[in-house]
Nanobody, 124 residues
C-alpha cells in the first residue's frame, strides 16, 4: 500500500518561492498520478495541481496557473510542487495524493492515497 509523506512547508513572505516534496513508499511512483490539494482554515479542501502517471499531462487550478509547477521524479519516488510568487491567499495545509494510473484528475475521490499534509503560511 502506497504511503505518502509531504515536506517543505514553512512560513514565507509575499512573493517568495517554496518547493513542497511528496515522498512515496510502498509502490513505484512510475504508475502513480500525483496531485496536490490544499485546505485553508474554515474552508473545504481544494485541488491545486496534478500530474498524470506518465508525467505527460499536468492540470492546475486557475488560482495557481502561471505561478505553480508540478513534477515527479520516478527514480526518486518523489513528487514536487514548485510554488512561486506566493500570496497570502496561498496559506493552507497542502496535501499530496496519489492515484494508480491516474491522469491528473482534480477530484478528491479519484485518489486512494493521501499524505498527512504540510503547512504553508504566506505573510504580507
Amino acid at each position: 500500500q502506497v504511503q505518502l509523506a509531504e515536506s517543505g512547508g514553512g512560513s514565507v513572505q509575499t512573493g517568495d518561492s517554496l518547493t513542497l516534496s511528496c515522498a512515496a513508499s510502498g509502490g513505484p511512483l512510475g504508475i502513480l498520478a500525483v496531485a496536490w490539494f490544499r485546505q485553508a482554515p474554515g474552508q473545504e479542501r481544494e485541488f491545486v495541481a496534478g500530474i498524470a502517471y506518465t508525467g505527460g499531462t499536468r492540470n492546475f487550478a486557475d488560482s495557481v496557473k502561471g505561478r505553480f509547477t508540478i513534477s515527479k521524479d520516478d527514480a526518486k519516488n518523489t513528487g514536487y510542487l514548485q510554488m512561486n510568487s506566493l500570496k497570502p491567499e496561498d496559506t493552507a495545509t497542502y496535501y499530496c495524493a496519489a492515484q494508480q494510473y491516474g491522469l491528473a484528475s482534480p477530484l478528491e475521490r479519484a485518489y486512494h492515497a493521501w499524505g498527512q499534509g504540510t503547512h504553508v503560511a504566506v505573510s504580507s
